[in-house]
Nanobody, 115 residues
């Protein structure tokens, strides 16, 4: 099975920025959407951002206006630009590729927002 390789997580101060990247290790056919979910300790996994192949986007209410999803089709890579980060953004961020045959999830990358 193809894997999703995530990078860009780390420690950042409140108000700072990070950019996450995610790319498949191989070819995924018939992709419908790519995006990001996150899960904080004691919390349910929640939508962060999702972009369909028609460029429609969905953002979780908690991140609207601060996070931006983008896809580089040539590189087959999805990005998440995170600005104005808050401590409550601290979570493991999971990349998602939704294709005709189902969902593929990344391994998760830790984002910690702290002074």
């Amino acid at each position: 099975q193809v894997q999703l390789v995530e990078s860009g997580g780390g420690l950042v101060q409140p108000g700072g920025s990070l950019k996450l990247s995610c790319a498949p290790s191989g070819t995924i056919f018939s992709i419908n959407a790519m995006g990001w979910y996150r899960q904080a300790p004691g919390k349910e996994r929640e939508l962060v951002a999702l972009m369909s192949t028609s460029s429609r986007t969905n953002y979780g209410d908690a991140v609207k206006g601060r996070f931006t999803i983008s896809i580089d089709n040539a590189k087959n890579t999805v990005y998440l630009q995170m600005n104005s980060l808050k401590p409550e953004d601290t979570a493991v961020y999971y990349c998602l590729v939704n294709a005709l045959m189902g969902n593929t999830w990344g391994q998760g990358t830790q984002v910690t927002v702290s002074s």
